[in-house]
Nanobody, 119 residues
Framework: QVQLVESGGGLVQAGGSLRLSCAAS????????MGWYRQSPGKQRDLVAA???????NYADSVKGRFTISRDNAVNTVYLQMNSLKPEDTAVYYC?????????????WGQGTQVTVSS
């Protein structure tokens, strides 16, 4: 069974930093691209950053230069280092294994981790 467990969120002041972690199980982690998404109330879930199995990365324009995605295949974990946080970064953050779906065709998501940035 695929499980994704996000952690590391919290309340931080603008300009601060947080490091999110997502521990994956039930998949051959090293062969999948992984992504971090975020969702604010009333908005759709958007891709923030992604990393391929070979380590190539891409970022949403809004976080370029501030966020860094990385992965450690030895412990099946993907990270999101978030620096220079802004109030608009406030959201629930989720990780996702690209292309991994359940028998109903739905993507797997964890419970998410709340990030709140105060001004």
């Amino acid at each position: 069974q695929v499980q994704l467990v996000e952690s590391g969120g919290g309340l931080v002041q603008a300009g601060g930093s947080l490091r999110l972690s997502c521990a994956a199980s039930g998949i051959i982690f090293s062969i999948f691209s992984m992504g971090w998404y975020r969702q604010s109330p009333g908005k759709q879930r958007d891709l923030v950053a992604a990393i391929t199995s070979s380590g190539s990365t891409n970022y949403a324009d809004s976080v370029k230069g501030r966020f860094t995605i990385s992965r450690d295949n030895a412990v099946n974990t993907v990270y999101l280092q978030m620096n220079s946080l802004k109030p608009e970064d406030t959201a629930v953050y989720y990780c996702n294994a690209a292309g991994v779906r359940d028998l109903c065709g739905n993507y797997y998501w964890g419970q998410g981790t709340q990030v709140t940035v105060s001004s």
